[in-house]
């Protein structure tokens, strides 16, 4: 299970756990829960509340998942993905990007263990361990509004050996893994 806030709606593991039934599920349809963790992360990211998301939204929504896309790789994303040639992405064409992205990840990365990559993602001094800082900013970078109060929960639930630092093991629990 995932560590999350019912007053946030979206953890900061989100996009790992679709990317994880993804995989795990070889490509399956989308569950509903799955489903729904995606709205919220389309949510999130369209921060205008239009509908659509612009290269810009999904280039500041992605500086800390998948690695992270400029501007640039983000325009060049909406026009495969647009199918209603609006030059932006609505979540039809989102989850489109996202399954078709997964496959060619998958393709191109066999064996590749996606939440050690993500930790890496969030781990910003490369020491091996997320502390509260580290985990503020990864929810911050989602587009998270966070509150001392729920980051507190939330680290504390993940740091099961209470070192106050969330090793990778305690970040494979916590999404479930």
Same mark, same amino acid.
């Given at each position: 299970a995932?560590?999350?806030?019912?007053?946030?709606?979206?953890?900061?593991?989100?996009?790992?756990e679709?990317?994880?039934? &993804?995989?795990?599920d070889?490509?399956?349809?989308?569950?509903?829960?799955?489903?729904f963790e995606? *709205? !919220?992360?389309?949510?999130s %990211?369209?921060?205008?509340?239009?509908?659509?998301?612009? @290269?810009? +939204?999904? @280039?500041?929504a992605m500086?800390?998942?998948?690695?992270?896309?400029?501007? !640039?790789?983000c325009?060049?994303?909406?026009?495969?993905?647009d199918?209603?040639?609006?030059?932006k992405?609505?979540f039809? *064409?989102?989850?489109?990007?996202v399954?078709e992205?997964?496959?060619?990840?998958? &393709?191109?990365?066999?064996?590749?263990d996606?939440?050690?990559?993500? %930790? &890496?993602n %969030? +781990?910003?001094?490369?020491?091996?361990?997320l +502390? &509260?800082?580290e985990?503020?900013?990864?929810?911050i970078?989602?587009?998270?509004?966070?509150h001392?109060?729920?980051?507190?929960?939330?680290?504390? !639930?993940a740091? !099961?050996?209470?070192?106050?630092?969330?090793?990778?093991?305690e970040f494979?629990r916590?999404?479930?893994?």
């Open positions: 995932v560590v999350s806030t019912q007053s946030t709606g979206l953890d900061f593991v989100l996009l790992n679709v990317i994880i039934h &993804k995989i795990s070889n490509r399956m349809p989308l569950t509903d829960e799955a489903r995606m *709205e !919220a992360a389309f949510k %990211f369209d921060k205008e509340g239009s509908g659509t998301l612009t @290269a810009s +939204d999904l @280039a500041k500086s800390r998942v998948a690695g992270g896309l400029t501007e !640039a790789q325009n060049e994303l909406i026009k495969l993905a199918s209603d040639g609006d030059k992405m609505n039809t *064409e989102f989850v489109k990007v399954e992205g997964l496959a060619l990840y998958e &393709k191109q990365n066999p064996g590749t996606l939440i050690s990559e993500e %930790f &890496k %969030f +781990d910003a001094n490369g020491d091996g361990v +502390d &509260k800082d985990l503020r900013q990864a929810m970078d989602l587009g998270e509004e966070v001392e109060d729920e980051l507190e929960a939330m680290f504390n !639930a740091d !099961a050996d209470g070192d106050k630092r969330i090793s990778v093991e494979r916590m999404c479930g893994h």
